[in-house]
């Protein structure tokens, strides 16, 4: 018998509508607004663009989001409640319970989690959006399942929920190409304004420059010259896609833009010759080309303009007598392995914004500044690092916008918090451990 391929992937979909609204919305308030609004938007870069975990699942196989759930309090954010029933989404109203604004969500969305995997349908997999830690039993219940689970992290989520997971959407993916958000400070290259040619090709706005002929199939390409062709055009077109991103692409949505552009003579000729897209972008990497991603599908980035999305050795190397501990935290709790002069920077680039720029400025334009702000100080800090920061800031209830902040006291302040996460992480750590966790993070020693 031959074998069938899939036709589509069954998928499951949650969301904790007030915890990933809030998270967006502090990231950037066009970002809040745009999940909340159009949620047709992020739900075609799911649909189309979003990369496939399920094994069996090809480049080609479609995603059917045929549960769609929103869960949200209808008395903050009753307002957008609209705008998800009119895109298929049945919403569940969960309400205040306790005067600090807890609501139920997550005891909701955990009971209709494990009601789904009884349903009369196969669910092949589970998209959560939301950062709750509190979900990493029903996604160990999933994995049991060998169903496949995707999350979306949007906030200062644990290591430990992330890896339960088969898929992490990093959050700058999901904010540039879901939701169409620039990256950059309006004015410079890749802003909004200036629509990347990329994003022109993904929404079919240039003619395919190489057409093929359905009833041809493969014998468009009947010469080795043609193939050479195509394989140069794939080439050239893969290079534009990344040169215009503004953050890692997955490889599905540079895939599709690239057949948006060149027709479907690249799937009739097999990739060019090299039977699916991953084996052909394999012969494209290089200095300007990377695959990265610490789950699939994987992500096409450009490694002298993006943060890598899986964890690597330290730009700098760390003093002996920390390198190791450091290493071990990092794997855990993901902590930035910056060397104590780079935190030391970090803290005092954050600590003296107030003097040229508005600290109250979205998260999405505050980064970039420190990141520029440290490499005019000589020092490294990838924006990836910063925002790990700014989100430890947050879970220690440290005001880092305050006007009268003090570089040594966010640094206090942060490596109490990444002491506080080792110790929920269940590590084992001695009082030596832990002084000289402090002395790394405050360059103290």
Known sequence: MLHQARSHVRTALFVDFDNMYLNLRSNDPVAGEAFATEPDRWLRWMHEDMGQVVPDATEETSREILIRTCYLNPVTFGKFRPFFTRSAFRVVDCPSLTSRGKNSADIYM???????????????????????????????????????????????????????????????????????????????????????RAAALARGQAAPIIASSPAAGISTLASGAETDQLQQSMRAELMSVIAAAQAPIPMAAAAQRIRDRLGDVVLTSGWGGFGSFGKFAETVTGDSLQVSGPHPPGYLLDPRRHDPLEPGEPRVPLPANVAGLAHRVARIVGVPQLPPDGYKTLFQEIAGLSEHHSVNDALNTVEPRIRDACKSQGAQVSRSAIHFVLQGFQLAGVDWRSADRDARVLADGFAENVIRLCLNARMELTDEEIGQLRSWITASG
């Open 110 to 196: 955990v009971l209709d989690i494990v009601d789904t995997l009884s349903h009369s349908t196969y669910f092949d997999e589970f998209i959560l959006l939301s950062a709750d830690a509190d979900f990493t039993p029903v996604m160990l219940r999933l994995r049991a399942h060998d169903r496949r689970t995707v999350l979306l992290a949007s906030g200062p989520s644990a290591t430990a929920l992330q890896s339960a997971c088969d898929m992490v959407i990093p959050l700058e993916v999901f904010l540039n190409e879901a939701l169409g958000v620039s990256l950059n400070q309006a004015g410079q290259p890749g802003s909004a304004d200036a629509m990347p």
